[in-house]
């Protein structure tokens, strides 16, 4: 009775453990990459105008380098979204187009560079190709469904070298995440910066322009970064800002600004003028000392490719006559060394001795 009780007891002992151990076992698997199965259906290669019912707009893309898109469509199942693709001037051309329409409602994609994902649109740049995907209406697509279709046309990650020409970040503390903008024309400046004069920026001085919303306590305050391609041309703009803007005088509501090397900050819609100035003070610009060509001027392609064809055949005479004036060198001197000191062997070689044998 006793051996029953003990072996029932071990029974009931064991089946416990082996449960437990299988509901231990139990894990929840997460797909790195969402397989949703979508395929390219139709593609169209449309003008730029047709980015108004695609919910683009020429003027705007057409200052980026915009000259045409392509629509394509993709199906998943009975679903179809609409991806529409914009070739820009450059990399940081197409850059630019991803910030302008994005805004601080949209949300980063998770793993997934230089993607943002709103209720209607999700936006993404790939070399110097903005991507527009337009969410289709009434679908029940997922999360998952969506972010596989990025992945599907763009990948997750976008190219070394597309990333090297990006304009460098505004600084990430206190920056308000969708607010910051790329600005290289003067129709997104009118358009993002109407309180101030775009023709005082200077565009046509090669000025590119950055701009983001920051938080500092419960104040909020837009800040503008404007580089240039020298500090001569950044100086010149300075004055002309400052006598076009006022900056930096002792009166209310004036704007703060400073200029650093190539690049001028500036303070927009600053609370005060104390958090103007601790804004101010997270830009920094550090320099660094590095070779650069002599600036052509005003000189063609034809007559720098001149020019440097020429150079190239002068620095080929140079070393043929380098090579030429030391062999007629090496000869006099051995000649001389013939003459003056017989008994060397610098003006004697070898291939004009001769070994004579005595022999009786």
Known sequence: MKSSVFTFALFLLTFSAACSL???????????VPAANWRLAETQKLGLDALQSHGGDPAVEREYGVRGIEVRTYELDRSRAKVVLEPASDVSAAYGLFTYYQNESMHAQKSIQLAVTGPEVSLMARGRTFIRFLHPAGSHLGENDLRALLIFVGGTHATSDSL?????PLP?????????K??????????????????????????????????????????????????????????????ALGLNQDRPNALSARREGSFIFLALKADSKEMANKLLDRFNVSQQLSWDEKYPGDKTIGRQLFELVMGNVFLTLVLAGGGVLGGLLIVLSR???AKLFP???????????LIRLRLQ
Do not use: C
């Open 22 to 32: 299988s509901y231990a076992q139990k894990v929840s698997v997460i797909p790195l």
């Open 164 to 168: 090297a020409n990006l304009p460098t």
């Open 172 to 180: 990430s503390s206190g920056l308000i995440p969708g607010s910051e």
């Open 182 to 243: 790329y600005i290289i024309g003067p129709e997104v400046a009118g358009r993002l910066l109407p309180n101030l004069a775009a023709t005082a920026i200077g565009f046509e001085q090669g000025a590119e322009v950055q701009i983001g919303a920051y938080t500092l306590g419960n104040s909020r305050a837009t800040m503008m970064e404007v580089s240039y391609p020298n500090p001569q041309i950044a100086r010149l703009r300075f004055g002309a800002m400052s006598a």
């Open 335 to 337: 000649r001389v060394t």
């Open 343 to 353: 008994e060397l062997e610098w003006g004697h070689p070898e291939a004009d001795r």
